[in-house]
């Protein structure tokens, strides 16, 4: 059966293109109205926990899958029928105190539905391993059913595996690699590619008896060198049982590795142990998109299997979002993935994604036209100005043609900058840059599913710029931070991110300096771009009206080799052009000279002023 004829998904619509009801809602204007029809509550029944969470469906922002509520209950179904003793492998049922805690936080998550107005066909019930196994499963679930109404989807092995593989999906705008899940009982490996929409994964995943919590139970008692090989031995065979696609290995030759996409409770928690390990990286609070190397990961996993216990980082030695409970699970976390590292083929990055079968339910219950779309430009657009469309334009007439400026900036950064542009307009001047710089961490689009740490950070980097970037000396050090993130996650490309995300920045500060009201008259700000100029063909006019000439000469860039470059063409006496924005235009030029020093990357452009009488 495949994923789309399960029984959990026939009340949805056809996820392959919007029905009525969803272009119903697009066409409604009152925003309250359309979020209030289009909610979804999940009930997701793990290992480890309970998850109830509500989620809008409305198509405007369905991408990013905003939750208006999420709470979770701690108790693990795995752990309360684990036999009695080591001699014993007789798992005891679920027990009637243990549904009993269960049953009340469904009643009181049926009324919290009733008080957001969630459809009562509206409520999706799920449930994994723990209770598949149960020996008292059916009785589980029927007693749920008399107490709420709500009928439980018990997933299969298979299920469970391609609902996670759509948890991930959603959390990533470009997934293409290796999966790993790791619940409490158990652990999944596959691959998975996602392009246009369309989530392809393994006909065959293999799931493994090797979950977070039986893995921290057997090695209480059993020899942990001999689970050791034997984890090792598993992911060698369960490698040629998902059959690894020719297109993937070719992707994995060319990038030096393959990406290895992590999701479940097990290694999310040992995310947050990395991150807590690198108290400079800047995005502590979202462990959602977090990326770092196959180094990182298999020292700090080897650590925890030599050692069996994890680092002490500060005097509380609490680790933020893992709990007791989950931190006594990590040695046995770090010991599966030592050992999966010496089966699996060669790993170059590590990604981290908080998407599991709750996210995955609701991301197959969206249209296909809506997962095609970018989660950054989803999570900006309520915030754009009616015209922003002009304010793109505009920007891109400032950059050289061809594949110079790179994609993530062209089509992520600058339309995103241009839909968030003038949130901040309202801030004092001074908390501006600053409120910008943290639009995608702690701001505005923060909660936003989907996005990457690099792209929050290089949208951050490119608001607080679009401010003028004057900003104090810690938030300067945040910057820097964000910055090492960029370069970190894509060593290859790095500068050239950073240059153009800079740039962008920069203009649009200009550009909506002389544009502030969400409109771009025609004729007030020209950009001419010419490619292969050398120095000495460079014709400057004076900058007059009271401003010194800040235009360079050939002896300031003479030490970069530069071949494009951008005129900023004005009139030369314009209502528009007060003082404060004649000065933040030629400032223009001093900034880009500092950015093409610091930068050494292709394409670089230099900046003249050019007056209608100037020539």
């Not at 493994?208 to 008692?221: E, F, I, N, S």
Request: proline share 5%.
């Amino acid at each position: 059966m495949s994923f789309e004829e399960n029984l959990l998904f026939q009340e949805a619509s056809d996820n392959h293109h919007l029905d009525e009801h969803q272009a119903h809602l697009m066409d409604d204007e009152n925003e309250a109205s359309v979020v209030g029809r289009a909610l979804t509550a999940i009930v997701d029944i793990g290992s480890n926990g309970i998850r109830f969470s509500i989620s809008s469906k409305a198509p405007h922002h369905a991408r990013i899958m905003p939750c208006v509520f999420k709470d979770r209950l701690g108790i693990s179904l795995f752990d309360v029928q684990l036999p009695d003793s080591a001699n014993s492998r007789l798992k005891k049922p679920i027990p009637d105190d243990a549904i009993t805690e269960i049953i009340r936080a469904m009643r009181r998550f049926k009324w919290i539905c009733e008080d957001f107005g969630v459809p009562e066909n509206g409520v999706k019930v799920v449930a994994t391993e723990a209770t598949r196994e149960a020996s008292n499963s059916q009785e589980f679930r029927d007693i749920i059913y008399q107490a709420t109404g709500w009928k439980v989807f018990l997933l299969s092995k298979e299920e469970e595996g391609t609902t996670g593989a759509y948890g991930v999906a959603s959390s990533f705008h470009d997934i293409s690699g290796l999966l790993m899940d790791l619940g409490g009982g158990s652990t999944q490996i596959s691959w998975i590619q996602a392009k246009n929409g369309e989530i392809n994964i393994s006909e065959h995943p293999v799931s493994l008896p090797y979950g977070a919590a039986a893995l921290t139970d057997r090695l209480k008692y059993e020899d942990h060198m001999y689970i050791y090989d034997e984890i090792k031995k598993a992911y060698e065979v369960a490698l040629e049982k998902i059959n690894l696609p020719a297109e993937l290995i070719k992707e994995a030759e060319a990038n030096g590795g393959f990406r290895l996409f992590c999701c479940g409770g097990g290694l999310r928690g040992l995310g947050h142990l990395l991150l807590a390990n690198d108290p400079n990286y800047p995005i502590q609070t979202i462990i959602n998109g977090y990326s770092t190397t196959y180094e990182n990961v298999r020292q700090m996993a080897n650590y925890l299997l030599l050692k069996g216990e994890v680092p002490k980082f500060d005097s509380i030695g609490k680790l933020f979002k893992v709990s007791a409970r989950r931190e006594q699970q990590l040695p046995a976390v770090g010991l599966l993935v030592s050992a999966a590292f010496e089966a699996l083929p060669k790993i170059k990055t590590v990604h981290f994604s908080e998407g599991g079968v709750r996210e995955g339910v609701l991301y197959s219950m969206i249209p296909d036209q809506i997962k095609i779309e970018d989660p950054i430009l989803t999570a900006t657009r309520p915030y754009a100005p009616l015209l922003a469309g002009k304010y793109w334009e505009l920007l891109k007439t400032s950059l050289p043609s061809g594949n110079v400026v790179p994609s993530e900036v062209a089509d992520r950064v600058i339309p995103a900058l241009c839909n968030i542009a003038f949130v901040h307009c309202s801030y004092p001047k001074e908390l501006q840059p600053t409120a910008a710089l943290h639009v995608a961490t702690t701001g505005i689009i923060a909660g936003s599913h989907g996005l990457s740490h690099k792209i929050r950070a290089l949208i951050g980097i490119a608001c607080c710029e679009r401010w003028g970037a004057d900003i104090p000396p810690s938030e300067e050090q945040f910057y820097s931070r964000l910055e090492k993130l960029v370069m970190d996650a894509d060593p290859e490309n790095g500068e050239k991110l950073m240059y153009w995300t800079k740039f962008c920045g920069k203009m649009m500060h200009v550009i909506c300096g002389i544009n502030p009201g969400g409109n771009i008259r025609p004729g007030s700000l020209v950009f001419q771009v010419k490619t292969d100029v050398r120095n000495s063909e460079v014709n400057i006019a004076s900058a007059t009206n009271g401003v010194n000439d800040l235009n360079l000469s050939d002896d300031d860039t003479a030490e970069v080799k530069i071949k494009n470059e951008v005129s900023v063409l004005l009139p030369s006496d314009d209502v528009k052009y007060s003082y404060s924005v004649r000065s933040r235009i030629l400032g223009l030029q001093k900034k880009i000279k500092k950015l093409n020093k610091r930068y050494n990357c292709n394409g670089k452009v230099r900046v003249v002023i050019r007056y209608e009488n100037g020539e």
